[in-house]
T-cell receptor
Framework: GESVGLHLPTLSVQEGDNSIINCAYS??????FIWYKQESGKGPQFIID?????DKRQGQRVTVLLNKTVKHLSLQIAATQPGDSAVYFC?????????FGTGTRLQVFP | KAGVTQTPRYLIKTRGQQVTLSCSPI?????VSWYQQTPGQGLQFLFE???????NKGNFPGRFSGRQFSNSRSEMNVSTLELGDSALYLC?????????????????FGSGTQLSVL
């Protein structure tokens, strides 16, 4: 099955550059946020999470930043690789439900 | 260990029919949640089952229903199919329910069932 495709915003980056993917979340009461990666024909895959009592969390090559004042999340990918090409979703836990953002397609070119 | 398994992978139905989708979670996981993914609406939460009980439900009509068995396998049923039900249906499993405030378990998604309604 294909991931959401037709009308997604697209970020194109050159291999080796850093990527920044942004997401606005909806509920100021949400206290847990997750970034997912979805490759074509696959389900979403967990990348990194962050709680609302933090403003930054780092993983391997990825960093998530949380700005609660403006309800904004960002995912930074260092040294972007061709294998990073996918659709990226943010998600928030609100009222025991997962609410996903619309997604951003990341294209990595050589 | 085996991941989340969804069957069938592809399904074609006609309007008015009903369909049942299956999801087998990772062994030991007791929570199964279902999602609909479409180009227009993105990923939307349908419902979650934990220990055979529906824990939470999204904003979908009653034509969408589900159940969970004692072995944690879950089925989702859509009755009286409409053209707009064409979508990728994903399920995800986790050890604990989404409702726990200390929830930090990662959700593990299956590859989905692509449903086409003609």
């Amino acid at each position: 099955g294909e991931s959401v495709g037709l009308h997604l915003p697209t970020l194109s980056v050159q291999e080796g550059d850093n990527s920044i993917i942004n997401c606005a979340y909806s509920n100021s009461a949400s206290d847990y946020f997750i970034w997912y990666k979805q490759e074509s024909g696959k389900g979403p895959q967990f990348i990194i999470d962050i709680r609302s009592n933090m403003d930054k969390r780092q993983g391997q090559r990825v960093t998530v930043l949380l700005n609660k004042t403006v309800k904004h999340l960002s995912l930074q990918i260092a040294a972007t690789q061709p294998g990073d090409s996918a659709v990226y979703f943010c998600a928030e836990i609100s009222l025991d439900k997962l609410i996903f953002g619309t997604g951003t397609r990341l294209q990595v070119f050589p | 260990k085996a991941g989340v398994t969804q069957t069938p992978r592809y399904l074609i139905k006609t309007r008015g029919q009903q369909v049942t989708l299956s999801c087998s979670p990772i062994s030991g996981h007791r929570s199964v949640s279902w999602y609909q993914q479409t180009p227009g609406q993105g990923l939307q939460f349908l419902f979650e089952y934990f220990s055979e009980t529906q824990r939470n439900k999204g904003n979908f009509p009653g034509r969408f229903s589900g159940r969970q068995f004692s072995n944690s396998r879950s089925e989702m049923n859509v009755s009286t199919l409409e053209l707009g039900d064409s979508a990728l249906y994903l399920c995800a499993s986790s050890l604990v329910s989404l409702g726990l405030t200390t929830w930090r378990e990662k959700l593990f998604f299956g590859s989905g069932t692509q449903l086409s309604v003609l």
